[in-house]
């Protein structure tokens, strides 16, 4: 018969630890919150999602590849605002600036990694993406091998 089996054209990846991107896009955040003395430490508000009212913290994210990273954070009217976007290497953090958060209620960031530049958004619309694991530092990873992945975090200020 002269028909070519589906799987024909497909080449294995090459098994090179460097080189090849990651097939699942993934993204990892830590809190890290000021402390008197005035440096910034890792809290435990990554797992719980409770930080202290009149903590001033920032987001640490760190990528699985290189690519581009968008943050977005809720204001008090409802509306979203970027407060990062800019490329990002892989497996070296970043952090936002320091965010204040001194009323009690909730508090919520939409972030965004992708292998292209993101183009600046007012709007929070995350994808189908899943946590992985939910400690100290917490583990999102995209379903599929997809170009990018976003997801909604909710801080809870107490």
């Keep these: 018969g002269g028909i070519a089996s589906g ?11 460097t080189a090849a991107p990651a097939g699942h896009l993934g993204i990892q955040y830590r809190i890290l919150r000021k402390t ?18 009149g903590t001033l913290f920032k987001l640490q994210i760190t990528t699985n590849d ?9 204001a008090p009217d409802g509306a979203w605002r970027e407060i990062v976007n800019h ?9 936002t ?7 009690p209620g909730r508090v919520k960031f939409h ?7 993101l ?3 007012n709007v929070a619309q995350p994808d189908d993406d899943i946590v992985v694991d939910r400690s100290r530092v917490v583990t999102v990873a995209g379903r599929v ?12 200020v107490q």
């Design 145 to 156: 091998a997809a170009q990018q992945l976003s997801f909604n975090l909710t801080l809870t």
């Design 7 to 17: 799987a024909a054209g497909i080449r294995p990846l090459a098994k090179t630890a």
């Design 111 to 117: 972030l965004a990694f992708a292998r292209q530049p």
């Design 66 to 74: 290189s690519g581009y990273v968008r943050v977005l954070q809720e």
């Design 119 to 121: 183009p600046p958004s």
């Design 36 to 53: 008197d003395s005035g440096e910034f430490v890792e809290a435990d508000a990554a797992a719980t999602g409770f930080v202290a009212a």
């Design 87 to 95: 490329a990002v290497e892989r497996m070296q953090p970043i952090e």
């Design 97 to 103: 600036e320091p965010i204040e958060l001194d009323q």
